[in-house]
C-alpha cells in the first residue's frame, strides 16, 4: 500500500476558568524547639556557696533577677570595710595637703610683703614644691586610687550573688549547697522562657511552596 502522512490529531484537553483567591499552603515538617538564650551560670568570684534557691533545679523556674546562688561573702564585705577605710584616710589626708599648701602661700606672701623682693615661683618643679602643689597633686591621685579601690571591692561584693538578668528554666545543676567554686566554675545551665525556635528541615519539594 502507499504511505502517507497521519492527518494530524488535536490532543483532548479540558479548561477551568481561573479563579483568583487568597489562602494558605499546607507544608508540614517536623523540628526541635530551642530557647533562644542559654547559657551557663558562672561565678564570677571565688568562694564557698553558702545559700541555693529552691529553684536551682533541673526544671526549676527562676524569674529575672532572682538570686540563684550566694558565694560567702565574708571576705569581701571585710575588703569593702577596708576600702572604705582607705577613702576616709586619703581624705584627711588631701585636706591635710590642701591645708598645708593654703600655709605655704600666706608664708609666701607675708615674705614678699615683709621684703618686698622674694622672688616670683616659676613653673619648674622647684617652684611648684614652694606651695606644696606636688604634694596636693599626690594625695588628690592616692584619694582617687582609694575610691577605685572601694568600687572594685562593691562590684565583687555584689558578684557573690548569682543571678540571670531574664526568666528561664534550669536545665542542668553543677554546683550545690556547701561547694567551694573558682572564678569561672559553672554552677548551672540556664535557658530563657521568653522565646524559642524551631529548626524544621524540608525536603526540596516542600521548601518551594513557602
Known amino acids: 500500500p502507499e504511505t502517507s502522512e497521519p492527518p494530524p490529531q488535536s490532543p483532548l484537553v479540558s479548561t477551568v476558568p481561573v479563579d483568583v483567591r487568597s489562602g494558605s499552603l499546607l507544608v508540614r515538617g517536623t523540628g526541635t524547639v530551642r530557647p533562644v538564650r542559654e547559657i551557663q551560670l558562672t561565678a564570677e568570684v571565688g568562694g564557698r556557696l553558702v545559700d541555693v534557691s529552691d529553684a536551682l533545679v533541673s526544671g526549676g523556674r527562676f524569674e529575672a533577677g532572682a538570686t540563684l546562688a550566694r558565694i560567702d561573702p565574708s571576705d569581701y564585705r571585710n575588703a569593702v570595710q577596708q576600702a572604705q577605710a582607705q577613702v576616709t584616710q586619703a581624705k584627711v589626708?588631701?585636706?591635710?595637703?590642701?591645708?598645708?599648701?593654703?600655709?605655704?602661700?600666706?608664708?609666701?606672701?607675708?615674705?614678699?610683703?615683709?621684703?618686698?623682693?622674694?622672688?616670683?615661683?616659676?613653673?619648674?618643679?622647684?617652684?611648684?614644691?614652694?606651695?606644696?602643689?606636688?604634694?596636693?597633686?599626690?594625695?588628690?591621685?592616692?584619694?582617687?586610687?582609694?575610691?577605685?579601690?572601694?568600687?572594685?571591692?562593691?562590684?565583687?561584693?555584689?558578684?557573690?550573688?548569682?543571678?540571670?538578668?531574664?526568666?528561664?528554666?534550669?536545665?542542668?545543676?553543677?554546683?550545690?549547697?556547701?561547694?567551694?567554686?573558682?572564678?569561672?566554675?559553672?554552677?548551672?545551665?540556664?535557658?530563657?522562657?521568653?522565646?524559642?525556635?524551631?529548626?524544621?528541615?524540608?525536603?526540596?519539594?516542600?521548601?518551594?511552596?513557602?
Open 93 to 210: 589626708q588631701l585636706l591635710q595637703a590642701q591645708q598645708e599648701a593654703g600655709a605655704a602661700r600666706e608664708d609666701y606672701q607675708r615674705v614678699r610683703e615683709r621684703t618686698g623682693n622674694a622672688p616670683e615661683p616659676d613653673s619648674t618643679e622647684l617652684g611648684r614644691l614652694v606651695f606644696n602643689e606636688p604634694q596636693l597633686a599626690q594625695a588628690q591621685s592616692n584619694l582617687e586610687s582609694a575610691r577605685a579601690t572601694l568600687e572594685n571591692a562593691k562590684t565583687n561584693l555584689d558578684r557573690t550573688r548569682l543571678q540571670v538578668p531574664f526568666d528561664g528554666m534550669v536545665r542542668q545543676k553543677q554546683a550545690d549547697l556547701g561547694a567551694y567554686v573558682a572564678p569561672g566554675t559553672p554552677v548551672a545551665t540556664v535557658y530563657g522562657t521568653e522565646m524559642a525556635e524551631i529548626v524544621v528541615s524540608l525536603p526540596s519539594r516542600k521548601a518551594v511552596l513557602i
